[in-house]
């Protein structure tokens, strides 16, 4: 099987880049500025500061490191900024599209075992994850037919 890999769009992991890098210039502005009036109270303003540059390198990461799925003949493998998790095709049973929030869809397995989970990577326009769905069955009745578990 040729190994598959899905990533967010690249269109969101500009936005978070944006997004993160205004955060973490205002934070580097604000705290000089306040650290400057610090004899008149302006600790707050320091400690909003570092927040801001703290939360933005939040996004910024997420852009650096984007949730990805790889699709091989072990299964799937979810990756995302904190962890990665393996699920063997032996336990899934289906893929399907499913719309989220904001307009944006979402692909999930669902396993054998009853639970749904959701894939990192895949999400965007509701075409694009009805696409990656099914290409994620073929996947999944390729490996079965090919002898898999």
Same mark, same amino acid.
């Given at each position: 099987?040729?190994? =598959? ?6 269109? %969101? +992991?500009? !936005?978070?880049?944006? @997004?993160? #890098? ?8 604000? $705290? /000089?500025?306040?650290?400057?009036? =610090?004899?008149?109270?302006? $600790? ?6 570092? @927040? ?5 390198? %939040? /996004? ?5 490191? /984007?949730?990805?799925? $790889? ?9 995302? $900024? ?5 699920? /063997? &095709?032996? =336990?899934?049973? #289906? ?9 944006? &869809? !979402?692909?999930?397995?669902?396993? #054998? ?13 509701? #075409? ?8 994620? +069955?073929?996947? *999944?009745?390729? *490996? ?6």
């Amino acid at each position: 099987m040729q190994q =598959l890999q899905y990533r967010v769009p690249a269109s %969101f +992991t500009k !936005f978070l880049l944006v @997004v993160g #890098s205004i955060e973490v210039l205002v934070g580097a502005i604000v $705290i /000089p500025a306040a650290a400057s009036q =610090l004899q008149r109270g302006g $600790i707050s303003g320091v400690v909003v500061g570092a @927040v801001l540059m703290v939360a933005g390198g %939040f /996004p910024i990461a997420l852009a650096v490191r /984007p949730d990805t799925l $790889i699709v091989d003949d072990g299964g799937l493998r979810l990756r995302t $900024i904190v962890s990665v998790r393996v699920i /063997p &095709w032996s =336990l899934v049973r #289906s893929f399907q599209a499913r719309p989220g929030s904001r307009g944006m &869809w !979402f692909v999930r397995a669902e396993l #054998s075992t009853g639970k749904k989970v959701l894939l990192p990577g895949p999400q965007g326009r509701r #075409s694009r994850a009805e696409r990656i769905a099914a290409e994620l +069955t073929a996947a *999944h009745r390729e *490996h079965l037919a090919a002898g898999g578990d």
